[in-house]
């Protein structure tokens, strides 16, 4: 379900909340929460509308800046938003303030999975020199013996990775390092 959020910072901004709701409404916004409030103010509707969110609803705003002025509310709001298993959509994107807004997010985000990628190497990195990180264990690998048998017994590439629960791909890398001889079919199965 798209939910909408308007906000004016002033009451005598009654034209930019009505431009708001008729374009919320045209984008298919089937609820729409609106108010009249500065945005360094309480926004009761905007904790509302995040309260209403479910999973896979999206909430809809026309301006990023109708959704918060500073990075930390716009990021903590994001956060209740993605809790929530929902997601955000902002319909001014082709101005120049929208792709402004855009870009810098996006290279926020950017920025952050560098550093969580970062952190998760060094953090692999140090596990691996005090002999507590050996990696993911070889499934397929482990389980040749039986993919060797299942092979020789007739049953084909495909139907052993179905049985074993290993990628067919995995079952042809044995096949071909153990020199096995491997039954193709070419029939979806």
Same mark, same amino acid.
């Given at each position: ?8 910072? !002033? ?7 009505? !431009? ?164 193709? !079919?070419?029939?979806?199965?």
């Amino acid at each position: 379900m798209q939910i909408g959020y308007a906000r004016t910072s !002033t009451l005598d901004q009654v034209a930019g909340l009505e !431009t708001q709701r008729r374009d919320l409404e045209a984008v298919g916004c089937e609820k729409i929460f609106s108010e009249q409030v500065s945005s360094v103010a309480e926004c009761g509707q905007l904790a509302a509308a995040l309260d209403y969110l479910r999973v896979g609803d999206v909430l809809t705003v026309t301006k990023l800046d109708r959704l918060a002025r500073l990075v930390r509310d716009l990021l903590d709001i994001v956060d209740q938003i993605e809790s929530k298993k929902a997601g955000l959509r902002i319909l001014d994107t082709t101005t120049p303030t929208g792709k402004l807004m855009l870009q810098v997010l996006g290279a926020v985000a950017e920025f952050e999975r560098s550093m969580m990628l970062e952190r998760q190497r060094e953090g692999i990195a140090k596990a691996k020199s005090q002999g507590k990180y050996k990696g993911r264990k070889p499934t397929a690998r482990a389980k040749s013996g039986e993919v060797q048998e299942m092979l020789e017994a007739g049953v084909t590439p495909t139907e052993v990775a179905r049985k074993l629960g290993v990628g067919r791909s995995s079952v042809y890398r044995i096949v071909a390092e153990k020199g096995l001889k491997a039954q193709r !079919t070419y029939a979806r199965s």
